[in-house]
């Protein structure tokens, strides 16, 4: 029987992390994988998560299944941290998954279920990840251009005109904030001329959501997919806690599905039933501890105030940089990192130079150009600055 298996191709980013682990090099650059690390390369466990870790370590008096959907109470806190606390909750249904892909490839499951003939229209580009799960899928996909490769921003413009072509039944898959791989987002007018395209088309919204907080602030991050959830009847949402909170590996995110109040009780059961079809019940550890910190103030105030230091650290890292290539470079033309928000952001070099880049100089990043501001400190950035400009960026 496994004869008949063919080597799958390989993820790209992943492959990445393979390779430059392997790489002997002193003073090699990872800016690959979107995992956030400190100026020493750190990933750090966030204070109020050890915190909560602690105090779990003390309560916790089983571990005994949740529900199906994973703790009510985790998905309440979750839902209110993305939607603000003016949701309208007899409109939302909400699971627990494992991490934002799990999020994502439920929501991909339960579009196919509710409608077979839907079409997935993805940014060009999007995560590799989403094109992968929906061909594994058989789920169609029609891409919309995003970016703009000259200026490096929004093809906002050329979004909205292929955007024009979706059918009633389709599905539109945004990403929140922090555009993966881009960094480049739609402002909040956008989102509104978005959101007046929708209705007009009757495509559902499906949005993305998985670095909320490393970009303008955790509110600004959630206005785009709040005011989508405000304005369109039915609404798909993948949140991720992998980021915000730094815990990667306890698989935390939610499935949120907005309808009709009439609907919610059937999307809910629709909702627990995949997650029984596909792994039962959802990670709880990690889920318990965003309930601890969303919901109890002291570690609250801790948790939001290490992460404003992360997106601070980020952004002060995106200035550095652009202000170095500048000087360098006597020109403005890599002004567009210090626009960019969160983690990423498009540089717009060729695959030939991005091979360069690691082989001359030790510097990875996923092949698109996409690299990952936050594998820099004050150390790297002027040493990525002039590798960006010796390999003719
Ligand atoms: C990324 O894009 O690097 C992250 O979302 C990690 C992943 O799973 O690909």
Same mark, same amino acid.
């Given at each position: 029987?496994?004869? #008949?298996?063919?080597?799958?191709?390989?993820?790209?980013?992943?492959?990445?992390?393979?390779?430059?682990?392997?790489?002997?090099?002193?003073?090699?650059?990872?800016?690959?994988?979107?995992?956030?690390?400190?100026? &020493?390369?750190? &990933?750090?466990?966030?204070?109020?998560?050890?915190?909560?870790?602690?105090?779990?370590?003390?309560?916790?008096?089983?571990?005994?299944? /949740?529900?199906?959907?994973?703790?009510?109470?985790? #998905?309440?806190?979750?839902?209110?941290?993305?939607?603000?606390?003016?949701?309208?909750?007899? =409109?939302?249904?909400?699971?627990?998954?494992?991490?934002? &892909?799990?999020? $994502?490839?439920?929501?991909?499951?339960?579009?196919?279920?509710? %409608?077979?003939?839907?079409?997935?229209?993805?940014?060009?580009?999007?995560?590799?990840?989403?094109?992968?799960?929906?061909?594994?899928?058989?789920?169609?996909?029609?891409?919309? =251009?995003?970016?703009?490769?000259?200026?490096?921003?929004?093809?906002?413009?050329?979004?909205?005109?292929?955007? /024009?072509?979706?059918?009633p039944g389709d599905v539109v898959l945004l990403h929140g904030c922090c555009h993966?791989?881009?960094?480049?987002?739609?402002?909040l007018p956008e989102w509104a001329e978005v959101a007046d395209l929708l209705e007009?088309?009757?495509?559902?919204?499906?949005?993305?959501?998985?670095?909320?907080?490393?970009?303008?602030?955790?509110?600004?991050?959630?206005?785009?997919?709040?005011?989508?959830?405000?304005?369109?009847?039915?609404?798909?949402?993948?949140?991720?806690?992998?980021?915000?909170?730094?815990?990667?590996?306890?698989?935390?995110?939610?499935?949120?599905?907005?309808?009709?109040?009439?609907?919610?009780? $059937?999307?809910?059961?629709?909702?627990?039933?995949? #997650?029984?079809?596909?792994? %039962?019940?959802?990670?709880?550890?990690?889920?318990?501890?965003?309930?601890?910190?969303?919901?109890?103030?002291?570690?609250?105030?801790?948790?939001?105030?290490?992460?404003?230091?992360?997106?601070?650290?980020?952004?002060?890292? =995106?200035?550095?940089?652009?202000?170095?290539?500048?000087?360098? %470079?006597?020109?403005? =033309?890599?002004?567009?990192l210090a626009q960019h928000r969160g983690m990423f952001s498009r540089l717009g070099? %060729?695959?030939?130079? $991005?091979?360069?880049?690691?082989?001359?100089?030790?510097?990875?990043?996923?092949?698109?150009?996409?690299?990952?501001?936050?594998?820099? #400190?004050?150390?790297?950035?002027?040493?990525?600055?002039?590798?960006?400009?010796?390999?003719?960026?």
């Open positions: 029987m496994f004869g #008949n298996l063919k080597p799958q191709p390989a993820d790209r980013i992943l492959q990445l992390m393979g390779q430059f682990k392997a790489d002997p090099r002193d003073g090699k650059i990872d800016l690959g994988v979107g995992v956030y690390k400190d100026a &020493t390369g750190l &990933t750090p466990v966030m204070r109020a998560v050890r915190a909560a870790e602690k105090q779990l370590w003390d309560s916790e008096t089983t571990k005994t299944y /949740t529900g199906l959907a994973g703790d009510p109470e985790f #998905n309440a806190a979750l839902a209110a941290l993305v939607l603000g606390d003016s949701l309208a909750t007899d =409109r939302l249904a909400s699971v627990a998954t494992p991490g934002g &892909t799990g999020a $994502v490839r439920q929501g991909f499951e339960l579009i196919r279920m509710a %409608s077979p003939e839907a079409r997935i229209w993805v940014s060009d580009p999007t995560w590799p990840n989403h094109l992968s799960i929906l061909k594994y899928l058989g789920v169609p996909m029609e891409p919309y =251009r995003y970016f703009d490769g000259d200026t490096r921003s929004v093809a906002f413009d050329a979004m909205m005109t292929g955007l /024009t072509a979706a059918k993966n791989p881009t960094g480049a987002n739609l402002t007009k088309t009757g495509a559902v919204p499906m949005v993305d959501i998985a670095y909320q907080g490393f970009g303008d602030g955790l509110d600004a991050d959630a206005a785009g997919v709040r005011l989508i959830a405000s304005r369109l009847p039915e609404v798909l949402i993948a949140a991720s806690c992998s980021k915000n909170f730094g815990i990667y590996r306890e698989r935390t995110g939610a499935l949120m599905a907005l309808s009709d109040p009439a609907k919610r009780e $059937v999307t809910q059961g629709t909702l627990a039933f995949l #997650n029984r079809q596909n792994y %039962s019940f959802p990670p709880d550890h990690g889920a318990r501890l965003v309930t601890m910190i969303l919901n109890d103030p002291t570690l609250r105030a801790d948790w939001q105030a290490e992460l404003e230091e992360v997106r601070l650290g980020m952004l002060a890292l =995106r200035e550095m940089l652009a202000r170095e290539l500048r000087t360098l %470079s006597g020109s403005d =033309r890599f002004g567009f070099a %060729s695959p030939d130079q $991005v091979e360069r880049l690691k082989t001359e100089h030790g510097i990875y990043m996923v092949g698109d150009s996409r690299l990952n501001i936050a594998g820099l #400190n004050a150390t790297t950035v002027p040493v990525l600055a002039r590798a960006i400009l010796a390999v003719g960026i």
